[in-house]
């Protein structure tokens, strides 16, 4: 037989979602999932399976894409992307300081939805990521800091 929660162990509960909650809100940068020198997993929403995972050992394709960050919006609110291979992402940040944005690929809206992230990137800059091949489907890409305003549509085929 399950017991109630007592109204103790209750407001312990909450106190802990609204730290953690405030904290997904500062403006620090989380762990990244990879570094700049090294492939990043991004989130991702892929369509009719809500796990991905990315391919292991996916081969390399010579697709380079071109995002930027401008005035806290996407440049592009679609993406295209080659399945089942490792493409290269070149991501501006267009915006000066004190705008910091990052690039995910999710599956929902939790960290463990995530299967890639770049770290925050402060403007204005560009870095180079290597993103692992991901199965055919329709994704969302995200800046975590921004998740409201800068979303789009990534397409993998």
Do not use: K
């Amino acid at each position: 037989m399950r017991s109630a929660v007592r109204p103790r162990n209750a407001v312990a509960a909450a106190a802990v979602v609204l730290i953690s909650l405030s904290a997904c809100t500062a403006q620090t940068s989380p762990s990244p999932v990879a570094t700049t020198s090294a492939s990043i997993a991004a989130s991702a929403t892929l369509t009719g399976a809500p796990d991905v995972t990315p391919i292991p050992d996916a081969p390399a394709s010579d697709v380079v894409i071109h995002l930027a960050a401008d005035h806290v919006r996407w440049d592009v609110d679609t993406l295209t992307a080659p399945a089942e291979m490792t493409w290269t992402l070149e991501f501006e940040n267009r915006d000066a300081p004190p705008e910091i944005h990052n690039f995910a690929i999710v599956s929902g809206r939790t960290v463990a939805d995530r299967i890639f992230m770049t770290p925050n990137l402060q403007g204005p800059a560009t870095e180079i990521y290597e993103i692992p091949g991901l199965p055919a489907g329709t994704y969302e890409f995200v800046c975590t800091v921004h998740p409201d305003g800068m979303r789009g549509t990534l397409i993998v085929e």
